[in-house]
């Protein structure tokens, strides 16, 4: 069964901390995305990354960064957590292009973050 | 700005009943995908229409696409309770594997 895992479902920090959401995907691909999703406005990508080491910025990167050390693992890190990003993150793998043009989007459960 | 735009937000209907969604969007694409997410869980795909497509069908889904108004609908038929759930419709932008979602439509199926 093909699967894309988020290392916590869910997490509560304080302001100022720093936080890391981990998303590990054991299908081979070479797309991974991190997106936050609030109420009234759907997903929106905070960044993605085509292959090992690479990342592009997404629609939101500020106040966020991300690494990709390992083709399977996209990880999430919030240098310094403030109570806007108090929110639901969502991480997907796909394909690479040249192996399927479609771009279907595989997603995990889902951590929600809540910033006190 | 957001790609995809779905319309209702939110959708009440009875078990048995079809539940119609549509979805606008504002640039070209090749292709479009309907998601399903159960609440507080991730997204699943559903189904995905290709540009060169005008309608497809999956089990109790059909979905179709007309390019020329840059719009897609869903269509549940014979609805039930496990149907309950929001859903999302996504295009990629510039033809590239990144994915905009709208904001989804809440669909409550009531037994």
């Known amino acids: 069964d093909v699967k894309v895992t988020q290392s916590s479902r869910y997490l509560v920090k304080r302001t100022g901390e720093k936080v890391f959401l981990e998303c590990v995907q054991d299908m081979d691909h070479e797309n991974m995305f991190w997106y936050r999703q609030d109420p009234g406005l759907g997903l929106r990508l905070i960044y993605f990354?085509?292959?090992?080491?690479?990342?592009e910025k997404g629609d939101i990167p500020e106040g966020y960064s991300v690494s990709r050390e390992k083709k399977e693992r996209f990880s999430l890190i919030l240098e310094s957590a403030s109570t806007n990003q108090t929110s639901m993150y969502l991480c997907?793998?796909?394909?690479?292009?040249?192996?399927?043009?479609?771009?279907?989007?595989?997603f995990g459960e889902g951590s929600r973050l809540t910033v006190l | 700005s957001q790609q995809g735009e779905e319309d209702p937000q939110a959708l009440s209907i009875q078990e048995g009943e079809n539940a119609t969604m549509n979805c606008s969007y504002k640039?070209?694409?090749?292709?479009l995908q309907w998601y399903r997410q159960n609440s507080g869980r991730g997204l699943v795909h559903l189904i995905l229409i290709r540009s060169n497509e005008r309608e497809k069908h999956s089990g109790r889904l059909r979905v179709t696409l007309d390019t020329s108004k840059k719009s897609s609908s869903l269509l549940i038929t014979a609805s039930r309770a496990a149907d309950t759930a929001s859903y999302f419709c996504a295009t990629a932008r510039n033809y590239g594997q990144n994915f905009v979602f709208g904001p989804g439509t809440r669909l409550s199926v009531l037994p």
């Open positions: 990354s085509y292959d090992v080491k690479m990342k």
């Open positions: 997907a793998s796909s394909l690479g292009w040249d192996r399927d043009f479609t771009g279907e989007l595989f």
């Open positions: 640039t070209s694409i090749n292709n």
